[in-house]
């Protein structure tokens, strides 16, 4: 969440069971610009709230 507030593509991701796996990418590319804007303001919003949301290191 964090990355995806500042605008950024996460350099490295969680393990995950997903067999394919994940990988980054930059969600602007792939929601609508009145989604991402909307969503990235909630985070903001929703991290003020619980402490601790938007982590300031990555994984």
């Given at each position: 969440m964090?990355?995806?507030v500042k605008g950024k593509v996460?350099?490295?991701l969680p393990d995950?069971?997903?067999?394919?796996?994940?990988?980054?990418?930059?969600?602007?590319?792939?929601?609508?610009?009145a989604v991402h804007s909307r969503l990235g303001?909630?985070?903001?919003?929703f991290g003020k709230k619980i402490r601790g949301t938007l982590r300031k290191t990555p994984y």
């Open positions: 964090t990355d995806f996460s350099a490295s995950c069971s997903y067999i394919p796996g994940v990988r980054s990418t930059d969600l602007r590319n792939v929601l609508p610009a303001e909630a985070f903001k919003a």
